[in-house]
């Protein structure tokens, strides 16, 4: 089966990390040849590079995006020109694929070559837009539901939440749920520290929908009205400078110098994680939590708010943490509990990660994936 693959963005961060482990995945088990369509060169490029999987660069512009009303219009008129170039090369050198699988719902790019080639069309929608990323639809979402309805054979969500969220615009006959899946690390022993500062994780691209934010004030709350200090809080990622100078003035003025790290972007970060004892998910809305079951995965306790899709994955209480997003005292209090029970930390490590290679594993997603393949296609 030849699929053609696009994706909206050239960075290797959640949505093209799931899709890279998906290619590679279907290329080894499933004998599909891949191809996939970039709109520039990037870190996720030279990863399809190095696992030897096909690709071409087309400029192209995201329909979910945060443009003003003018600049919106304009790329809409930009893209149908940028579309029918892509139809152009597909067409002159008789790409031939059996499907099309767009990766995310940030481009339109595949419903349109689905339109004109009559191939069947899978549309993973990994994102809700305005709540997550702070994006909308330069159509309007009720006329992107329009679109995705009359140009999808299936529409993939990666939670309940989000099908839940996108009912009110596409029919939810075209909608699965599949979880995404990280690869399975292979059983390890992790180190619990029990006697050393607590060492927290969050991990992530550094954004106010991320809210890192939200987990230095419980910090300030932790050791400033809980007096409790005996811990240090890394945030992993990288972000625009003005939100990182924010956070970085707060953990100034709250005196918390000594206990937050910014580290920047890590490429490997396995290894980091390891390291690590508590790992925390505040963002806004999360469509799944891959950072959650990554951290599962790495034997790491998990405190996440239960905004979107993280209560799917914590779905009991020796499986990680839940509390209100807004709720720094909770949050704090979480923290603290931890802090003082730290035999807690291995027995929920352990759980966690049986629950992750059980349910969040990328063979679980590639071959869900590969059924949904087989139902559009007709071989």
């Known amino acids: 089966m030849k699929i053609l693959f696009i994706t909206h963005y050239s960075f290797l961060y959640g949505a093209n990390k799931s899709l890279l482990q998906l290619l590679i ?30 690709y071409y660069v087309f400029r192209y512009y995201n329909w979910l ?3 003003t009303f003018i600049k919106a219009k304009t790329k809409i008129i930009i893209n149908k020109f940028l579309f029918k170039k892509v139809l152009g090369f597909l067409r002159k050198y008789n790409y031939n694929f059996d499907l099309i699988h767009t990766n995310s719902s940030a481009t339109n790019l595949g419903g349109y070559l689905s339109n004109r080639m009559k191939i069947p ?22 006329n992107a539901g329009n679109y995705f309805n009359l140009n ?3 529409i993939i969500t990666v939670s309940k939440d989000l099908k839940e969220y996108y009912s009110n615009y596409i029919n939810p006959e075209k909608i699965k749920v599949i979880y995404n899946g990280i690869k399975i690390k ?9 006697t050393d500062p607590l060492k927290i994780c969050v991990l992530g691209a550094i954004s106010e929908n991320k809210n890192q934010i939200e987990v230095i004030k419980a910090l300030s709350y932790l050791k400033n009205q809980k007096k409790q200090s005996n811990f240090v809080l890394y945030i992993v990622g ?11 003035e707060y953990v100034e003025k709250e005196g918390l110098n000594e206990n937050v790290v910014f580290k920047g972007y890590i490429a490997h970060v396995d290894n980091f994680l390891k390291m690590m004892d508590l790992g925390i998910v505040s963002s806004n809305r999360e469509a799944f939590g891959r950072v959650t079951v990554e951290y599962m995965m790495n034997k790491i306790p998990v405190i996440a708010n239960k905004n979107g899709a993280n209560k799917e ?7 990680g943490y839940i509390y209100d997003l807004g709720d720094t005292e909770q949050l704090a209090e979480i923290i603290y509990k931890i802090n003082e029970n730290r035999k807690d930390l291995k027995l929920i490590g352990e759980t966690a990660f049986e629950h992750a290679i059980k349910n969040f594993s990328s063979k679980l997603n590639t071959d ?8 559009v296609v007709v071989v």
């Not at 080894?28 to 990037?42: A, H, L, M, Q, R």
């Not at 869900?368 to 139902?375: F, G, R, T």
Request: charged share 30%; hydrophobic share 30%.
């Open 152 to 154: 999808a054979s299936v």
């Open 65 to 67: 995006n945060s443009n």
């Open 186 to 194: 292979n059983n390890f022993e992790k180190i619990y520290n029990f």
């Open 121 to 142: 069309h899978v549309w993973h929608i990994r994102e809700y837009g305005k709540d997550d990323f702070n994006l909308k639809y330069e159509t309007g979402i009720e």
């Open 25 to 54: 995945d279907l290329k080894t088990d499933y004998n599909i040849s891949p191809t996939v369509i970039v709109p520039e060169k990037g870190t996720f490029s030279s990863k399809l590079e190095e696992n030897n999987i096909d």
């Open 238 to 248: 990288d972000g625009l400078d003005t939100y990182v100078e924010v956070l970085k």
């Open 313 to 319: 994955i914590i779905t009991a209480t020796n499986l």
């Open 368 to 375: 869900n994936i590969y059924k949904v393949y087989k139902e």
